[in-house]
Each structure stands twice: as C-alpha cells, then as structure tokens.
C-alpha cells in the first residue's frame, strides 16, 4: 500500500515498542533489543499474531503486550537462578556467557508466540519456520557466524518446548516457559477462554490481581512467585495451568509458589445458572 506521497509505506504501521528490559551490564542484550525495538517485520509478526488469537479465535493476548511482559519475567527468572548457583545450559554445553543466556530467553519470550499468524493449532512448530530468519537477521553483526548458529538452536529450542508435548531440555527453554505462564494478571490468562463467557476460566482469570517474581530468602527455593487474589477461583488458573507449567519445566525444584486471597473476598459472580 502506497501512502498520499506515493512512498511505499503502509499507513497502517504499527507504532514502536519499547521492551523497557533492565539490560544491567550486558551490552549484547542491549544491543540486540534496540534492533528489535526499531524493526518494523517484528511489530508485524506481534500484530498478525493478536489479530489470529483475539480477533479470530477469541482468545487473550498473544501480541506485543504479551511477549514483552514474557521477556522481563523470564529475564527476572534467570538472573535469580543464575545468582542462585544455577549454570545456564548454554554456558554449560557451548563455553558460553551469561549474558548469551539472557539473550536466549529474550529472544525465546519474544517469539514464543510467531506461529499464531499461522494457526494455533501447533503454533509452536510454525513459529520455528516464522522467527529462525528474523533472528538470524537480529544476531549477525552481534555475534560471529558460529555463535550465531548456537544461539538460533537455544532460541528455536525454547520456542518449540514452551508447549506440550515438547519437554524443555535447558534451563532457558524452561524459564520462558515458566515465564510464559506468569502472564495471568487482571484476566490476562493463558488458558484460552471466550470472551463474555463466564465460566471457570473467566471467573478464575478475573481472580488474579497481581503476580510478583522474587528472590527466595534462607533456606527457600531461590525463585519465589507470589500470586494475589482476589476471590479464591484464582487457584483454577493456578492449578491447570501454572503449576503443570513449572513441573514439565525441568525447574521445579527452584520455584516456589505462594497464592493468597488478601482482603475481603471480592464477589465476581451474582448467579450462575443453565
């Protein structure tokens, strides 16, 4: 589409995003996210992935929201399992860096969900077809041709595992799918539910108020989820979804979960009938 000057952008553009990633000392995490906060391809994938999931099927966010509140909690999860004594896998199995750890589950969190502009039927399969390009194209110049090829094998590993049946094998295949979960704020469940429909998924989404990702204290996993409720049906989105999450994780036994109802009980539902 031809904009009034002729010029060949689409007036349709969406606007920039800002991934607000605490970036600390590590350049290439910088450097990495300022290409993507500055790539348009990358905004379109976001948007195509919300009008299939939202607009389509009528499900919650899957876009750039989605995705970016996915990279700072699992950015959160690894620097506490890594301060923690925990080896990132890529450090372990390739000689490589922390900081290369972070740049994984970044990159994992982000495109966790390309392959919604497909389908959502096996979306974590096109999703592999949809970003090995687009990431390639991020990490060269970042990276030589070598780390390169080691970084998209983390990265497409994380993408696929954060679905079942696939099993995460590396620690940061299993914090972006720990991270992916903790999305559960205010009705932002990742259970799929039907908009307007009430029912335990929609009544239980509504139920969480606030999730906060923590560093254990003395003899506690180091990692700590506390999850605020408002109404006790909070547990239905906790219970199918979280907990089965971290379990097939490979994670477990570093996190911690600690769910509340604080205050009054907030009454969602007047009656419920059919």
């Given at each position: 589409m031809s904009d009034q000057n002729g010029n060949g952008n689409s007036r349709r553009a969406t606007t920039p995003i800002s991934l607000s990633l605490p970036y600390q000392e590590n350049q290439k995490l910088r450097r990495v996210a300022e290409r993507i906060e500055k790539d348009e391809r990358l905004r379109g994938i976001w948007k195509c992935s919300n009008v299939m999931a939202i607009e389509r099927l009528g499900y919650t966010d899957h876009g750039a929201t989605h995705v970016k509140i996915v990279a700072n909690s699992a950015l959160k999860i690894l620097r506490i399992l890594s301060k923690s004594g925990v080896v990132p896998s890529?450090?372990?199995?390739?000689?490589?860096e922390e900081d290369d750890a972070e740049v994984v589950v970044v990159l994992g969190a982000l495109f966790h969900d390309a392959g919604m502009i497909v389908t959502r039927t096996d979306h974590e399969l096109f999703g592999i077809a949809v970003a090995y390009s687009e990431i390639g194209r991020i990490l060269e110049g970042v990276y030589p041709p070598y780390e390169v090829t080691v970084m998209l094998s983390e990265v497409m590993h994380t993408i696929v595992s954060h679905e079942e049946p696939h099993k995460p094998l590396s620690i940061e295949a299993g914090v972006v799918k720990v991270a992916d979960a903790l999305d559960m704020e205010k009705?932002?469940?990742?259970?799929?539910?039907?908009?307007?429909r009430v029912d335990i998924h929609s009544v239980s989404a509504l139920s969480i108020e606030k999730v906060r990702i923590q560093e254990g204290t003395g003899a506690e996993k180091p990692v700590v989820i506390r999850i605020t409720m408002s109404n006790s049906a909070g547990i239905f989105q906790i219970d199918e979804l979280l907990k089965p999450r971290i379990e097939s994780s490979g994670l477990q036994k570093y996190i911690h979960v600690v769910a509340e109802v604080v205050g009054p009980e907030k009454k969602i539902l007047e009656k419920f009938e059919f």
């Amino acid at each position: 589409m031809s904009d009034q000057n002729g010029n060949g952008n689409s007036r349709r553009a969406t606007t920039p995003i800002s991934l607000s990633l605490p970036y600390q000392e590590n350049q290439k995490l910088r450097r990495v996210a300022e290409r993507i906060e500055k790539d348009e391809r990358l905004r379109g994938i976001w948007k195509c992935s919300n009008v299939m999931a939202i607009e389509r099927l009528g499900y919650t966010d899957h876009g750039a929201t989605h995705v970016k509140i996915v990279a700072n909690s699992a950015l959160k999860i690894l620097r506490i399992l890594s301060k923690s004594g925990v080896v990132p896998s890529i450090v372990k199995d390739y000689s490589m860096e922390e900081d290369d750890a972070e740049v994984v589950v970044v990159l994992g969190a982000l495109f966790h969900d390309a392959g919604m502009i497909v389908t959502r039927t096996d979306h974590e399969l096109f999703g592999i077809a949809v970003a090995y390009s687009e990431i390639g194209r991020i990490l060269e110049g970042v990276y030589p041709p070598y780390e390169v090829t080691v970084m998209l094998s983390e990265v497409m590993h994380t993408i696929v595992s954060h679905e079942e049946p696939h099993k995460p094998l590396s620690i940061e295949a299993g914090v972006v799918k720990v991270a992916d979960a903790l999305d559960m704020e205010k009705g932002r469940a990742r259970l799929p539910f039907e908009a307007g429909r009430v029912d335990i998924h929609s009544v239980s989404a509504l139920s969480i108020e606030k999730v906060r990702i923590q560093e254990g204290t003395g003899a506690e996993k180091p990692v700590v989820i506390r999850i605020t409720m408002s109404n006790s049906a909070g547990i239905f989105q906790i219970d199918e979804l979280l907990k089965p999450r971290i379990e097939s994780s490979g994670l477990q036994k570093y996190i911690h979960v600690v769910a509340e109802v604080v205050g009054p009980e907030k009454k969602i539902l007047e009656k419920f009938e059919f």
